[in-house]
């Protein structure tokens, strides 16, 4: 099972990379820079939790390890791992509809409500990162 030891990182393609579900402690990184904006990360193994610039971007309970997560203009697209089963909330667009995209199959769609936030459980696979596309539908 895959963690971020560092807690934050930027990738060389300029996604982010956070979290660390194996830790019994809660850790914390603030004002993490990455291409002009500042992070905030906290994680432990009961939650995980991304803020951009002070606003809600990213949560799950309990914890996970988010890799290479990149915002779009359509969304966001990530690889999660955890140690079980979590719900994981993502912040978008408010009042817009979404199409949740699991390891390449349509899963569902959710339309977002006042504050823009989308909520999704995720199903952990033992020793295997699942990919998760959330992509706005026209």
């Known amino acids: ?81 955890a140690i079980e089963d979590a719900q994981i909330t993502i912040g978008l667009e408010e009042n817009v509809r979404y199409a949740v995209i699991i390891d390449g199959e349509y899963a569902e769609s959710i339309t977002t409500g006042i504050g823009g936030k989308l909520s999704l459980n995720f199903a952990s696979v033992e020793d295997e990162m699942t990919n998760i596309e959330i992509k706005k539908l026209n």
């Open 1 to 81: 099972m895959a963690v971020v030891e560092e807690i934050i990182r930027g990738e060389e393609d300029g996604s982010l990379s956070f979290g660390n579900f194996k830790l019994d402690e809660k850790k914390k990184v603030s004002d993490f820079e990455h291409l002009g904006d500042t992070y905030k990360v906290k994680t432990y193994k009961d939650i995980t939790k991304l803020e951009k610039n002070e606003a809600f971007v990213y949560e799950s309970v309990p914890g996970t390890a988010v890799f290479n997560f990149r915002e779009t203009e359509e969304g966001v697209i990530f690889d999660v791992d």
